[in-house]
Nanobody, 118 residues
């Protein structure tokens, strides 16, 4: 059973940085992506960034390009999201997601709150 544990959220001032981590356990398949989504109050959940774990290909939402960087540690089945130049519009619950490439089965973490405020 795949379990995802996120960490690193918190309160940060505008212009600041945070680094989120997501550790996956119970992963018995090799071809999958890990992604970060976020959901702000009253808004739909949106894809922020993703990475293909085998080859390292990344993708980003336009709103975070140049500010956020997703990276991975395959040995630990862990993905990171480095978030720089944060703005209040980045305030949301951030969720980690695993997507199996072939079956399209998904797994979700419990979410971590990121609040950008002065």
């Amino acid at each position: 059973q795949v379990q995802l544990v996120e960490s690193g959220g918190g309160l940060v001032q505008p212009g600041g940085s945070l680094r989120l981590s997501c550790a996956a356990s119970g992963v018995t398949f090799s071809s999958y992506s890990m992604r970060w989504y976020r959901q702000a109050p009253g808004k739909e959940r949106e894809l922020v960034a993703g990475i293909k774990m085998l080859i390292g290909t990344t993708n980003y939402a336009d709103s975070v390009k140049g500010r956020f960087t997703i990276s991975r540690d395959n040995a630990k089945n862990t993905v990171f999201l480095q978030m720089n130049s944060l703005t209040p519009e980045d305030t949301a619950v951030y969720y980690c997601n695993v997507l199996r490439t072939m079956s399209r089965q998904e797994y979700w973490g419990q979410g971590t709150q990121v609040t950008v405020s002065s």
